[in-house]
């Protein structure tokens, strides 16, 4: 695993830090979670996955 200081930023449009990605399982969002946390963006992340039972 590449630690987050070692990556290089990710651009983002306009100039803009604010990123609200989606998210169904952890797995699938931790590489993009680092990646943006090495580039110094505001992430919350919306996690939603109707396929998870039960509740």
């Not at 695993?1 to 990123?19: C, D, K, W």
């Not at 699938?28 to 039972?53: R, W």
Request: hydrophobic letters at 30%; charged letters at 20%; glycine letters at 8%.
């Amino acid at each position: 695993m590449t630690a987050p200081e070692e990556r290089q930023p990710l651009p983002l449009p306009g100039g803009h830090r604010t990123v609200r990605p989606h998210s169904c399982c952890s797995p699938c969002s931790g590489e993009a979670m680092e990646a943006m946390l090495a580039s110094g963006t505001d992430d919350t992340v919306f996690f939603h996955n109707p396929d998870i039972h039960p509740l």
